[in-house]
């Protein structure tokens, strides 16, 4: 787990937590897949970035991280 400090002000819009998720079978286009077919939305997906964007029902955005994704942090 990794946590960051925000350098911005709060605003009444922000989330207060934003997660990451690295799949444990290695598969990110799998667990986008299931994740989307459970009640998720796209919202990002980038070709030259190597995460998803995805947001929960309620509009939380939260990141598919790949399993080489060492030396990536989303930046939100």
Do not use: I, K, N, Y
């Amino acid at each position: 787990m990794l946590f960051q400090h925000s350098t911005s002000a709060p605003s009444p819009s922000d989330q207060r937590c934003h997660l990451d998720l690295r799949p444990a079978a290695g598969d990110q286009d799998r667990e986008v897949a299931h994740l989307l077919s459970a009640g998720a939305r796209l919202v990002g997906d980038d070709a030259d970035l190597p995460w998803v964007v995805l947001a929960d029902p309620d509009g939380d955005r939260f990141c598919v991280l790949p399993v080489d994704d060492d030396d990536h942090t989303p930046q939100q």
